[in-house]
């Protein structure tokens, strides 16, 4: 799974910075992002109320940049 995303981070940038094939590194780069937003900010879980807020903000802030 680790390389997986390490490879699917590395050729969308490259294909974004490069230009070449960009819906395609836009679409890697999205497929990223969807599959690990709901693993690494599952804030819904957390037992500290500060610890769930923080995780909501980071959430946001990661929907933000979906949309940008």
């Known amino acids: 799974a680790v390389i997986a995303s ?3 981070l590395a050729l969308g940038g490259a294909s974004m910075l490069t230009g070449i094939k960009p ?3 836009a679409t890697a780069l999205m497929g990223f ?4 937003t709901p693993i690494m900010h599952d804030y819904w879980h957390a037992e ?3 610890r ?3 995780g909501r903000v980071a959430r946001r802030r990661t929907r933000r940049l979906r949309v940008a």
């Open 6 to 8: 390490g490879a699917l």
């Open 23 to 25: 819906k395609y590194g």
């Open 33 to 36: 992002l969807l599959g690990v």
């Open 48 to 50: 500290d109320p500060a």
């Open 52 to 54: 769930r807020n923080a």
